[in-house]
């Protein structure tokens, strides 16, 4: 009897009786005729037989399928807590805040930037920054420099986004000196 472990720690296991060799329904089913009554009675019996068993695999499989997705769960809890604690040893979290501000003025370097084309294209890359994370966006906060830098296109740009974005930066940017290119 073929046998199916289902629990390596505790050994136990899934048993189900021998399909049994018999081909000659096979050679009915090809040649298109009627079973006999002595075939018709074998392949009741062996419905009636094996339609448990199969009903036993669905179970057991959907018990596993259970166990399994809480498995895959947990597994997904303790890799995100370990990718958070790993986070801590990342590079940049070593570098001086004046060598982060240095990048930020460079990734930043064009400044706010609202074109027309492609219709209403926005690039903020300081504002984008300051996003990221707590430090970097006290940095970039406490640096005006990095919002001093506009070039807006009025005539083809969502005016009112346009219009806070410019506000934004203008405050940020206080007390540093402005560098603006305006269309309208």
């Avoid at 060799?21 to 094996?50: F, N, T, Y």
């Avoid at 209403?120 to 640096?143: D, E």
């Avoid at 420099?145 to 940020?172: I, N």
Wanted: proline share 7%.
């Amino acid at each position: 009897m073929p046998r199916t472990v289902l629990c390596s720690a505790c050994k136990r296991d899934l048993v189900t009786p021998d399909l049994p060799c018999d081909l000659s329904h096979r050679d009915i089913l090809r040649s298109g005729s009627i079973p006999s009554k002595l075939v018709a009675s074998q392949v009741e019996h062996a419905i009636a037989h094996w339609s448990p068993v199969i009903t036993q695999y669905d179970a057991e499989i959907e018990t596993l399928e259970g166990i399994l997705e809480e498995l895959r769960s947990k597994k997904g809890e303790i890799q995100g807590y370990l990718d958070e604690r790993q986070k801590l040893w990342s590079p940049i979290r070593k570098l001086p805040v004046e060598i982060l501000g240095e990048i930020f003025a460079t990734c930043s370097d064009n400044g706010l930037l609202i074109t027309g084309v492609p219709k209403g294209k926005i690039s903020a890359p300081t504002l984008a920054l300051s996003h990221v994370c707590f430090l970097w966006r006290k940095i970039i906060l406490s640096t005006p420099s990095l919002w001093a830098r506009m070039s807006v296109d009025f005539v083809h740009a969502e005016k009112e986004r346009a219009r806070s974005l410019v506000e934004l930066y203008l405050t940020r940017s206080r007390p540093a000196p402005l560098t603006c290119k305006l269309e309208a």
